[in-house]
């Protein structure tokens, strides 16, 4: 969220957000008429030309300290230590985000995006355990074309895997797009290629996208899975094209 005032600021866009965030947010350089308060409890449906946007109740994750401080101790033994301007600079972007500890079960929000034609996108930029709330809307709706969802910060792949499988088996995606896997200074990247092999174990059918940073994907929702399966019984295709 640390990007979040000034991206605002300088698009106009609406900034939304759980009361842990937009607190900080509004301590911050933005239009207070752009922020928006959510708790994602049920019964808050943004609405924008063209879709839809559902705020849920998420959790934040939850890696075992005992595997996360082996890790990061293991890293400090030989990772180059930052600059001054560096460490100032880090200073900076967390002094504009929040630590505080509702985030976990309070600040975390999932997004359920849907298209008017239909197509449903999950965002989901932290890789906790799944919510009552989640599975309620879930059993609502169904199903989703996209899951763009965050990978466990576990680092061991037995862990991240099991909570891949979680998501997986709770959205219903046809495509799962991991997120938020990428490693912080000197850190280390929650590999993809294991989650990707158990959710093809459990679903052959799934499509696994990973691209590279600023690196689009793109898909034709007139034309995507789910209808061909509810339609015309044609063989199954996504339009899955760099830009």
């Given at each position: 969220?640390?990007?979040?005032?000034?991206?605002?600021a300088?698009?106009?866009?609406?900034?939304?957000?759980?009361?842990?965030?937009?607190?900080?947010?509004l301590?911050?350089?933005?239009?207070?008429?752009?922020?928006?308060?959510?708790?994602?409890?049920?019964?808050?449906?943004?609405?924008?030309?063209?879709?839809?946007?559902?705020?849920?109740?998420?959790?934040?994750?939850?890696?075992?300290?005992?595997?996360?401080?082996?890790?990061?101790?293991?890293?400090?033994?030989?990772?180059?230590?930052?600059?001054?301007?560096?460490?100032?600079?880090?200073?900076?972007?967390?002094?504009?985000?929040?630590?505080?500890?509702?985030?976990?079960?309070?600040?975390?929000?999932?997004?359920?995006?849907?298209?008017?034609?239909?197509?449903?996108?999950?965002?989901?930029?932290?890789?906790?355990?799944?919510?009552?709330?989640?599975?309620?809307?879930?059993?609502?709706?169904?199903?989703?074309?996209?899951?763009?969802?965050?990978?466990?910060?576990?680092?061991?792949?037995?862990?991240?895997?099991?909570?891949?499988?979680?998501?997986?088996?709770?959205?219903?995606?046809?495509?799962?797009?991991?997120?938020?896997?990428?490693?912080?200074?000197?850190?280390?990247?929650?590999?993809?290629?294991?989650?990707?092999?158990?959710?093809?174990?459990?679903?052959?059918?799934?499509?696994?996208?990973?691209?590279?940073?600023?690196?689009?994907?793109?898909?034709?929702?007139?034309?995507?899975i789910?209808?061909?399966?509810?339609?015309?019984?044609?063989?199954?295709?996504?339009?899955?094209?760099?830009?």
């Amino acid at each position: 969220m640390s990007d979040a005032a000034s991206v605002g600021a300088r698009t106009g866009a609406l900034v939304v957000g759980a009361p842990v965030t937009t607190e900080k947010l509004l301590t911050q350089k933005i239009d207070p008429k752009q922020v928006r308060t959510v708790t994602g409890r049920g019964g808050e449906v943004l609405k924008f030309p063209g879709f839809t946007v559902e705020p849920i109740l998420g959790r934040h994750g939850e890696p075992p300290k005992d595997v996360t401080e082996a890790f990061e101790n293991a890293l400090k033994s030989f990772a180059r230590a930052p600059t001054p301007e560096q460490t100032a600079e880090r200073a900076a972007i967390r002094a504009r985000g929040t630590s505080d500890p509702r985030v976990v079960a309070e600040g975390t929000i999932a997004y359920l995006i849907t298209l008017d034609n239909g197509f449903r996108i999950m965002y989901r930029d932290s890789g906790g355990r799944v919510t009552n709330y989640e599975k309620a809307a879930m059993e609502r709706v169904g199903r989703v074309d996209v899951a763009l969802v965050a990978v466990s910060a576990s680092f061991l792949n037995t862990l991240t895997v099991e909570q891949a499988l979680e998501h997986m088996r709770t959205y219903k995606p046809d495509v799962y797009i991991p997120a938020h896997h990428d490693a912080d200074f000197n850190g280390l990247w929650r590999a993809t290629e294991p989650l990707f092999q158990a959710l093809k174990d459990e679903n052959p059918n799934i499509i696994t996208v990973s691209r590279g940073y600023r690196e689009p994907v793109c898909f034709d929702t007139e034309n995507n899975i789910g209808h061909k399966r509810a339609g015309s019984g044609q063989s199954e295709v996504v339009r899955d094209m760099m830009m």
